[in-house]
Every structure is written in structure tokens, then in C-alpha cells.
């Protein structure tokens, strides 16, 4: 069974571009969330999605978006792009829909670099 | 904000000793997980234990829970090379009663052990 994929793995954007970064989570899984980590913040929640709609949301400005498709396959979006950005993005899938969070499988994830 | 705290920071080690890491959290949890993650690469699920277990254990893995004192530890036994990595406690924290795929991470703990 393939795990969860993210591409691209790498990329590098300048200030004030924006990026989306793609995830598809292990067939079957309908969960999907999305981490930024850095090194100074740590491992920081972004949002969940489940059955194309989002259902929790963590800390973080409006230009961090997302949304997923019919297929679970998620997306995310981060618009007018800061240094502060640069991190590594994580996105994780899990087969149930419960309110509470069990095991996650993470992809190997997307480092973003922003110039 | 970071829910879990985890000791120490770095761990030096020789193989075939014992590796234990602590965590400590704030609020009351579901579930605690401990995750592993290589060089910066994807977070790997290695341990759940629920709030109304106090001890698990998954070959040479141990992990125990006390919630009394909010504390976790994950006892890594007859360490190899091989587990050279970052590792990470995650709460599944009770705040509402949901956290749709939300986890909560610590600082983690840098492991190294020389072979």
C-alpha cells in the first residue's frame, strides 16, 4: 500500500509569491491534515479536512488555505509568501473520522525556501 | 504553543544501552503518541497509549503514562544505531471533546546512539 505522497518535495519562492503544495493520503484514508514545522516553533497544527470539508483550524493568518477533493487528495495554499514561511510542511492521513485523533501517517513532506 | 515539554533535549548514548525521554503536557488528554523523525524527513507513528492506560508496550519499545502528574516517558530498549533520530510525544489534548486530527507536539528529543 503506498504511503501518503507530497509533492513537490522541494521549492524554493521569493516574497510575496504564493505556493500550493499537493497531498495524497494512503487510499482509503479520508482524514487529512496539514503541519508546518520549523526550528523554532517546533511541529505546529495548520487544519484538517475529512469528506472535503474543513473541520478544525489551527493558529494561523489567512494566507495559509486549504481544501480537499472528492478523492481526499488535499492541497494547501499559502499566498504573498514571508521569509517567516520557510519551513518544512507536513501533511498526514488517517482512516477514521472520529472527533479525536488517532494515529497519523505523515508524508515525507514539502521544505519550502522563501527568498 | 507547545503542549508537550520533552527531556532532555539531546541524548548521547552507546548502542545497546537503554534510551528513556520524558514528556510532560498541560492539559488533559485522549491519548498520548510518541513519533520518530529522521533528518528532517516525515514523522513516523510509533506508540499510542490512552489516558485510562498507564503502560504500553511495542517490542523493544516501552511507554508509560501518568496523568496525575501529566507525564509521559518512552523507553527505548537495547538501542542500535539505527535509532539515531528525532522523537516526539503528541497529545490528543481533551479540550471540547474533539480535536479532528489536531495533535499537539513537544519540543522533541534529539537521540543519538554511537555504535
Known amino acids: 500500500k503506498a504511503g501518503v505522497t507530497q509533492t513537490p518535495r522541494y521549492l524554493i519562492k521569493t516574497r510575496g509569491q504564493q505556493v500550493t503544495l499537493s497531498c495524497s493520503p494512503i487510499?482509503?484514508?479520508?482524514?487529512v491534515s496539514w503541519y508546518q514545522q520549523t526550528p523554532g516553533q517546533g511541529l505546529q497544527f495548520l487544519f484538517e479536512?475529512?469528506?472535503?470539508?474543513?473541520?478544525n483550524k489551527g493558529n494561523f493568518p489567512g494566507r495559509f488555505s486549504g481544501r480537499q477533493f472528492s478523492n481526499s487528495r488535499s492541497e494547501m495554499n499559502v499566498s504573498t509568501l514571508e521569509l517567516g514561511d520557510s519551513a518544512l510542511y507536513l501533511c498526514a492521513s488517517s482512516l477514521q473520522g472520529f472527533a479525536n485523533t488517532g494515529e497519523l501517517f505523515f508524508g515525507e513532506g514539502s521544505r519550502l525556501t522563501v527568498l | 504553543s507547545q503542549q508537550g515539554e520533552e527531556d532532555p533535549q539531546a541524548l548521547s548514548i552507546q548502542e545497546g544501552e537503554n534510551a528513556t525521554m520524558n514528556c510532560s503536557y498541560k492539559t488533559s488528554i485522549n491519548n498520548l503518541q510518541w513519533y520518530r523523525q529522521n533528518s528532517g524527513r516525515g514523522l513516523v507513528h510509533l506508540i499510542l497509549?490512552?489516558?485510562?492506560?498507564r503502560e504500553k508496550h511495542s517490542g523493544r519499545l516501552r511507554v508509560t503514562l501518568d496523568t496525575s502528574k501529566k507525564s509521559s516517558s518512552l523507553l527505548i530498549t537495547a538501542s542500535r544505531a539505527a535509532d539515531t533520530a528525532s522523537y516526539f510525544c503528541a497529545t490528543d489534548a481533551n479540550a471540547g471533546g474533539t480535536s479532528y486530527g489536531k495533535l499537539t507536539f513537544g519540543q522533541g528529543t534529539i537521540l543519538t546512539v554511537h555504535p
Open positions: 479536512y475529512f469528506s472535503e470539508t474543513q473541520r
Open positions: 497509549i490512552r489516558s485510562n492506560e
Open positions: 487510499s482509503g484514508h479520508r482524514s
